[in-house]
Nanobody, 129 residues
Framework: QVQLVESGGGLAQAGDSLRLSCLAS????????MAWFRQAPGKEREFVGG????????YYADSVKGRFAIWRDGDKETLYLQMNILKPEDTAVYYC??????????????????????WGKGTLVTVSS
């Protein structure tokens, strides 16, 4: 079955960096668009950024643009999220997601959850001021 397992969360101070990883299995990693979402306490889940099947195209929320970077490693079947210049407002549970229905596609911008149909359980990132 499809599995997405996030790791790398933890406690950081404002200005620090963290790298999250998402190990994927159970679907064709190389052809699935993928994304990161986050949910802060008391708030709705929001899109952080996404990447197309090849890794050649990325898309970010305005709130993280220039600070966060997403890439994928096909050999390791792992999605990454590098988070730099962390802010207290970045505190959230971060979720990895995949659009397993696509083969060689791009993020479905405008679709609910950008078309993602598989989700990890999340990893908590806490940023103190």
């Amino acid at each position: 079955q499809v599995q997405l397992v996030e790791s790398g969360g933890g406690l950081a101070q404002a200005g620090d960096s963290l790298r999250l990883s998402c190990l994927a299995s159970g679907f064709v990693f190389m052809t699935a668009p993928m994304a990161w979402f986050r949910q802060a306490p008391g708030k709705e889940r929001e899109f952080v950024g996404g990447i197309n099947w090849s890794g050649g195209s990325t898309y970010y929320a305005d709130s993280v643009k220039g600070r966060f970077a997403i890439w994928r490693d096909g050999d390791k079947e792992t999605l990454y999220l590098q988070m730099n210049i962390l802010k207290p407002e970045d505190t959230a549970v971060y979720y990895c997601a995949a659009d397993t229905s696509q083969s060689g596609g791009s993020l479905r911008v405008g679709a609910v959850d950008y078309g993602m149909d598989a989700w990890g359980k999340g990893t908590l990132v806490t940023v103190s001021s």
